[in-house]
């Protein structure tokens, strides 16, 4: 069994930070692509940034770029998510991803985290 389990979540005023964390655990041998997506209430999941295991960044778009890091470390199976400049507009569930996880056993998973809710608001 391998969970993502994602921390960091909480409320923030808008221009403040927040850095969220999502750990891996249970028996992997391998993590490709980690990822983060956000969910807004009645809407489709989105793609926030993503990062390989070679460390290449994909980020979803101009609004977050900038002001959102992705970073990894690959020894803790580990991906993070600083988010700099919150805006009302972050205000989500945020949800960490991996749609391709080796397992020892040598099957290939997608998992996804349970979800951090992230709240920006005076």
């Known amino acids: 069994q391998v969970q993502l389990v994602e921390s960091g979540g909480g409320l923030v005023q808008p221009g403040g930070s927040l850095r969220l964390s999502c750990a891996a655990s249970g028996a992997t041998l391998n993590i490709y692509t980690m990822g983060w997506y956000r969910q807004y209430p009645g809407k489709a999941r989105e793609l926030v940034a993503r990062?390989?295991?070679?460390?290449?960044?994909?980020y979803a778009d101009s609004v977050v770029t900038g002001r959102f890091t992705i970073s990894r470390d690959n020894a803790k199976n580990t991906t993070y998510l600083q988010m700099n400049s919150l805006k009302p507009e972050d205000t989500a569930v945020y949800y960490c991803?991996?749609?391709?996880?080796?397992?020892?056993?040598?099957?290939?998973?997608?998992?996804w985290g349970q979800g951090t809710l992230v709240t920006v608001s005076s």
């Open positions: 991803y991996a749609p391709t996880v080796v397992t020892t056993q040598n099957k290939y998973l997608a998992v």
């Open positions: 990062i390989t295991s070679g460390g290449s960044t994909n």
